[in-house]
């Protein structure tokens, strides 16, 4: 008698260049450096790949009128990283939050908008306090690790904006690389 198995997951499909950044990332994290080192090593590895027209395949550019999408390009087997595209409507946006470990960013395509925050004492408690706004436009990559990782992202441009993510944890098994959202600052809109 045999016993039933769970049907195995969809492969994904990868373009060449996506794959050999996979095996790029592979090297950079698998030296076992620092969170914040291998952000480093993983930005660098990532910025000549983007606006690569052979990076990304039609479907992994498709975006969802409903909310920012997730396309899953690659989750490391024994967890170490997963490398995701996100595509962007004009006006979509997350919500503000910080991650469940380091994470690399780079725009593919478009620009986005990004608020960056810190979590300051206040007497009992904590809040939120806007520090940096900044556009992040095609070709810019940015790296970084918990704690100091809270920010909201958005697309404020006409056209859809594309960008990479790479994080240092299973983002396929997890569903999401966010750790915690956060309530809007008093008064504050998007």
């Known amino acids: ?19 050999a950044f996979v095996d790029e990332v592979r090297e950079a994290v698998g030296r ?4 914040e080192l291998t952000a480093h090593l993983v ?8 606006g690569a027209p052979d990076l990304l395949t039609a479907e992994q550019r ?32 997350t919500a503000i939050h ?12 478009g620009q986005e908008r990004e608020r960056r925050y810190h979590l300051v004492p206040d007497g009992a408690g904590s809040r939120l306090v806007a520090v940096a ?6 070709g810019s ?11 909201r992202v958005w697309n404020a441009g006409a056209g859809a904006a594309i960008s990479l993510h790479v994080y240092g944890a299973d983002v396929g098994r997890l ?16």
């Open 32 to 35: 076992g450096l620092a969170p």
């Open 1 to 19: 008698m045999t016993t039933p198995t769970a049907p195995a997951p969809p492969a994904i499909r990868r373009t060449p260049r996506a794959g």
């Open 133 to 138: 706004e900044v556009t992040n436009p095609q």
């Open 98 to 109: 910080d991650h469940v470990s380091w994470c690399v960013a780079g725009v593919h395509e």
């Open 175 to 190: 569903g999401s690389s966010v750790r915690r959202v956060y309530a809007p600052p008093k008064g504050e809109a998007l």
């Open 43 to 50: 930005a660098e590895r990532l910025a000549p790949h983007l």
């Open 62 to 93: 498709r975006g969802d009128p409903a909310s920012y999408r997730q396309h899953l390009l690659h989750a490391e087997p024994d967890g170490s990283f997963s490398v995701v595209a996100l595509v962007w409507l004009p006006g979509q946006h």
């Open 141 to 151: 990559v940015a790296g970084f690790a918990p704690p100091g990782d809270i920010h």
